[in-house]
């Protein structure tokens, strides 16, 4: 997920300067040449936390695994801020479009822990931030 960071993530640039161009875009081809989808995960990988899932938009159709990272990437208040004046197709503001936490139903929750470093979310801010960020990144990526 994400941590606040004083600084500007360079890997994330290529995204936020191009969100402000496709707010009249909805539905329409875009060309993506800078985007590079390995810039939008940790820079360590070795620590994840995975287990079977469904999808966060309606019907919310099983069969998804998920696989979230121990280590998180460095973001400022001003990359969070892009992501939070997304706006839908009606202009709507594109917050908490994600389902609440589902009970696991007895699902097995899988930690593979990093050798090098593990970097846990620890704070309810962080949490949140690292939340909206990433239903905001899937959001976008299923949109566009």
């Not at 908490?96 to 593979?112: D, G």
Request: proline residues 5%; aromatic residues 12%; charged residues 25%.
């Amino acid at each position: 997920m994400f941590d606040l960071s004083p600084d500007d993530d360079a890997e994330f640039e290529p995204l936020v300067s191009i969100i402000d161009t496709l707010k009249d875009k909805v539905g329409q081809p875009v060309n993506l040449t800078n985007f590079v989808i390995k810039n939008f995960i940790p820079r360590n990988v070795a620590g994840y936390y995975r287990y079977d899932g469904s999808l966060t938009t309606p019907a919310c159709n099983e069969g998804v695994i998920w696989t979230v990272f121990t280590n998180t990437i460095p973001i400022s208040k001003e990359q969070v801020k892009v992501f939070d004046e997304m706006r839908t197709e009606d202009h709507k503001i594109l917050k908490q479009n994600y389902r609440s936490l589902q009970s696991l139903n007895e699902r097995k929750l899988y930690l593979k822990r990093s050798p090098l470093r593990d970097n846990f979310i620890n704070s309810a801010t962080t949490h949140s931030i690292s939340v909206t960020l990433l239903y905001s990144l899937i959001s976008f990526i299923v949109l566009y």
